[in-house]
């Protein structure tokens, strides 16, 4: 008879929590794009596909962005991720802000560690990353450090 009076009491709770949670919307706007990634086609769609969810100004924010606490954690997530790297604004980027930057996504994706699990299962299957689409990252990666480095 407790045990039933606690479950209902926790249930209770629970509604009370996300329905005052809903009146603390976050700032869904996107600032405008100043110097977005220039890089040939199949690496901007793999980049696009992958990875401006979170590091651009272009989020398309999914339906659970409008749903508390759920809301809170997308925002956080592309704050941080806007942060750490923004191909929106790669072109304002110094020479080696943009080394320093090709390395770190050369290591995460091999490392699997983007975009993260979370991310891709199960509500952006199409952000999973194939064997093609982590040599054409890894190539461009290449490409675009040799130039870098070239001063070009």
């Keep these: 008879m407790i045990a039933i009076r606690v479950l209902r009491f926790g249930a209770l709770a629970l509604v009370v929590f996300v329905a005052v949670a809903q009146a603390f919307r976050i700032d869904k706007t996107n600032p405008p794009v100043t110097a977005d990634l220039d890089a040939p086609a199949p690496v901007k769609e793999v980049m696009t596909r992958a990875c401006y969810g979170?590091?651009?100004?272009?989020?398309?924010?999914?339906?659970?962005s409008n749903v508390a606490p759920a809301s809170w954690m997308v925002a956080y997530?592309?704050?941080?991720?806007?942060?750490?790297?923004?191909?929106?604004?790669?072109?304002?980027?110094?020479?080696?802000?943009?080394?320093?930057k090709l390395r770190e996504i050369r290591d995460e994706v091999a490392a699997g560690e983007m975009p993260p699990w979370y991310y891709v299962h199960p509500?952006?299957?199409?952000?999973?990353?194939?064997?093609?689409?982590?040599?054409?990252?890894?190539?461009?990666?290449?490409?675009?450090?040799?130039?870098?480095?070239?001063?070009?």
Excluded at 78 to 99: D, H, I, K, M, P
Aim: contains cysteine.
């Design 54 to 64: 979170c590091h651009s100004n272009e989020t398309v924010w999914p339906w659970y």
């Design 123 to 152: 509500m952006h299957p199409e952000a999973r990353l194939s064997a093609e689409s982590i040599a054409t990252i890894e190539g461009w990666i290449e490409s675009e450090s040799a130039a870098l480095k070239q001063g070009r």
């Design 77 to 100: 997530d592309v704050r941080q991720g806007r942060a750490e790297l923004n191909f929106s604004q790669w072109g304002a980027y110094t020479q080696t802000q943009r080394l320093k």
